[in-house]
């Protein structure tokens, strides 16, 4: 009974945490009969206090045979912007990597995470470029680059393969839909 219950205090987190990711929406457009798809809102970061400011959220999306990572942060009662080509770095255990940020949206009040979860302030980055280095890694720090400087975020051990589990479902993903068309 003792092993039992250990098993599942600590084994059904991990597949909970994982079971929360998924292929939101798959679709061929219409226009260009070419696959679009992306998953659905994942949290890597639960935020600081009480406020929950910087709480973070990830989805990747493929369109336009490109792949595109959009992340939600609450900046909560500070006004933080960040301004196109600005930088994102991802410490990883395998290295450090950077993107640059393609357009920001600011969201206004229950705007922000998961449906309007959150009553605070937010902004959202679109981010494009090579994902790959996400499928065997873990990202445990992140640098979000405003525009009044830096701020970074420890990636809490529980969420540190969010981005790879959520890419990996890209990449699976777009393969299915190459076997579709042979």
Do not use: C
Not at 47 to 72: C, L, N, P, Y
Not at 96 to 108: A, D, H, K, P
């Amino acid at each position: 009974m003792r092993k039992s219950f250990l098993f599942i205090l600590f084994v059904f987190p991990f597949f909970a945490l994982n079971a929360q990711q998924k292929i939101e929406e798959s679709k061929i457009d219409a226009f260009t009969g070419k696959l679009v798809a992306y998953t659905n809102w994942s949290p890597f970061f639960e935020g600081e206090g009480a406020t929950g400011q910087m709480a973070s959220e990830v989805r990747f999306r493929h369109e336009h045979e490109r792949d595109f990572m959009q992340i939600k942060i609450v900046t909560g009662d500070i006004e933080l912007t960040s301004k196109e080509g600005g930088r994102i770095d991802f410490k990883t255990d395998k290295g450090v990597f950077s993107f640059q940020n393609l357009r920001t949206e600011t969201s206004g009040r229950g705007r922000g995470l998961q449906g309007g979860r959150s009553p605070q302030l937010g902004l959202t980055l679109q981010v494009s470029g090579d994902f790959d280095d996400f499928l065997d890694s873990r990202v445990e720090k992140i640098r979000y680059h405003f525009t009044d400087g830096y701020y970074d975020i420890e990636v809490p051990v529980k969420y540190q393969r969010v981005f790879r589990n959520s890419y990996e479902l890209i990449v699976k993903e777009i393969l299915k839909n190459e076997d579709n068309k042979k």
